[in-house]
């Protein structure tokens, strides 16, 4: 390989939330002594980004003024050009995309647009913990739409159940995950038709977060929302950034594409209410950066690296631990285990699995907060030596 996907570079006193967080909170314990912790939980990765990036954070540093600036040309440029090559995007223009200081942020935003404080808001179930702290916190009502497999282990959408809620709840605003999150699902064209066609007899208005379309497992493509059709391009507020794509999430930096001029005014007052949502310029560079052919190429050998990984630990549990449920993930690096039967059959609970895998330094998360009832999340953006070690240890002292 061109990048380096190997080397295991020290996190502990570099401002790492995976390694410094370990034993505050809800966060994951410390291992005992005897074993180093293996950070397999928030959803950051292990790797260093890609070398076009710190390179352009130098170039631009050792310019000794920071002060105030505007979004450059080639900043959205660089998107136009990303979302054209990667996703087939046609028609997006600077106008068209917003920054947003983070997804969360740009999805409170558009909800205060979308709707009023107290509406309910649906969202599948299992669902990004962060949505569920963002919308109560923000004075929303969640509607919970589970996700459920069918008889090829495939998490689908429940759309009578959607439409149940659509109808006689009238809920008129949802947020949509895609690749989805924590499940690793991909979309496919029919099932976005659908929900498309459901969203568009009700009314509905959406915002969907796509910070995972680059995060494809081979073979699988990511299909933005708004390109369904021109409804869903009207009534959609679609949420990207690069950070889960490079790693750059302690540098701040979304965007958000709306294409309905109405909206994009009513987004752009909402946003600028607090003055909160002004870029940083270090990561105007660093996106320019990724979203070039080096970042490309680099983003390209990730995806194998991940793909590796996740056919380790498929293979690791199903001989090791085959009553542990597992959907493999088409997106994403994270695996969301279904650990019922397991805690059933060894007579465990979730609390005494997750203990036994943070006392030997698999740092996992617990996925109840995902509403994940037994269920553990899984972060699989880390060498290949740490993640065969993090299975082994599971193999020797876990199951």
Known sequence: MAFDFT???????????????????SYPKPPKEGFDPIPMWVADMSFPTVPAIPQALAQRATHPLYGYFLPTEAYYQ???????????????????????????????????????RGEEVLIHSPTYIGFTNSLLGAGYR??????????????????ADMEEKFRHRKIRTMIFCSPHNPTGRVWEPGELEELAALCRRYDVSVICDEIWSDLLMPGR???PLQQVNEDMRQRTVALYAPSKTFNLA??????????????????????????????????????IAGYSA???????????????????????????APQVQ????????????????????????????????????????????????????????????RAEEAFRRLEQYVW
């Open 7 to 25: 080397s295991i570079i020290p996190r502990q006193g570099h401002d790492a939330l995976a390694v410094e967080a370990l034993g505050l909170g």
């Open 78 to 116: 660089a998107i136009i050009t990303w979302q054209q090559r990667r996703n087939g995007v046609t028609g997006l223009e600077a106008q068209h995309i917003g920054y947003e200081n983070g997804v969360l942020g740009g999805l409170i935003t558009a909800l205060n647009v979308f709707c009023s």
């Open 142 to 159: 969640i509607a919970l739409s589970p996700l459920v497999l069918d008889g090829d282990n495939i998490w689908r959408m429940d759309f």
């Open 221 to 223: 493509t990511h299909i």
């Open 250 to 287: 302690g540098l701040v930096g979304s965007y958000h594409i709306a294409y309905n001029p109405r909206l994009r005014l009513r987004l752009e007052k909402e946003g600028s209410v607090s003055h909160y949502n002004n870029m940083n310029v270090l990561s105007m560079h660093a996106l």
């Open 294 to 320: 080096e970042g490309e190429a680099w983003l390209e050998e990730l995806r194998q690296v991940i793909c590796g990984n996740v056919d380790l630990a498929c293979a690791s549990l199903a001989q090791h």
């Open 326 to 385: 597992l959907s493999r993930p088409q997106g994403t690096y994270m695996l969301f285990l279904d650990c019922t039967d397991w805690c059933a059959q060894k007579g465990k609970s979730l609390d005494e699995l997750l203990q036994a895998g943070w006392d030997v330094g698999v740092a996992w998360q617990d996925g109840r907060p995902f509403h994940g009832p037994c269920h553990i999340r899984m972060n699989l953006a880390l060498p290949r030596s």
